[in-house]
């Protein structure tokens, strides 16, 4: 049923701007618009992208951990790493939302989204706002 939220929620982002006239960009890192395989390794979930207003990360079965690194121009990776214990922790089936409007918006939208499987490899989708 969560999984469903997430794809009905993306689906409505997608919607609302496509009418806008601007397209998100989905699964960037993935192979050919794939979910991108995170396991208990680092990996580099979404680039370090000047432009960029918004990103939401959804995994699919496993909670995974995040850290995001220097906005653009400065860019490079998060410090300290995510790891089991490290991390921003990011639900399975749930999304998070790289906006962080309570700070004004835009806060660490275009930094590099690095993130580290607490469990077993889970697919993770990305979608990421103009």
Request: charged content about 10%; overall charge negative.
């Amino acid at each position: 049923m969560k999984k469903i939220i997430g794809i009905v929620i993306a689906f409505i982002l997608w919607s609302s701007l496509a009418i806008a006239g601007t397209s998100p960009l989905i699964n960037g890192q993935g192979t050919a618009g794939a979910p991108v395989s995170v396991t208990n390794a680092v990996r580099l979930v979404l680039p370090c992208t000047a432009g960029r207003t918004e990103w939401h990360i959804f995994p699919e079965t496993v909670q995974i951990r995040c850290e995001i690194g220097p906005d653009a121009p400065a860019c490079g990776t998060p410090s300290p790493a995510p790891s089991t214990t490290v991390g921003y922790p990011v639900p399975s089936a749930q999304s998070w939302n790289g906006n962080f409007a309570q700070f004004g918006g835009g806060l660490h939208s275009t930094g590099e989204v690095d993130c580290f499987s607490t469990g077993a490899a889970t697919n993770v989708d990305t979608i990421e706002l103009p």
